[in-house]
């Protein structure tokens, strides 16, 4: 809409994302939404990239499979 110009959707989704694994206690260091260009096609593609902390990261090597 005309009235929403500054809505990004790809930074939405990534406070999708970001509220996710928060709310399955892996909270994140940071979730951010990239757009990256894709030769051969005329939109770019958005990437969703997720930074764990380091405690999360230990605490999921640990876990029994």
């Known amino acids: 809409p005309k009235d929403r110009a500054g809505l990004n959707c ?3 989704a990534a406070g999708v ?6 709310a399955a206690e892996l909270t ?4 951010e ?7 051969g096609q005329r939109a770019p593609r ?6 764990l902390r380091p405690d999360v990261l230990a605490r999921a ?4 499979s």
Do not use: C, Q, W
Not at 61 to 64: N, Q, T
């Open 61 to 64: 090597r640990h876990a029994p």
């Open 17 to 22: 994302v970001h509220g996710m694994l928060d």
């Open 28 to 31: 994140p260091d940071a979730v």
């Open 10 to 12: 790809a930074a939405f």
């Open 33 to 39: 939404a990239h757009s990256v260009a894709v030769e």
């Open 46 to 51: 958005t990437v969703i990239l997720v930074k």
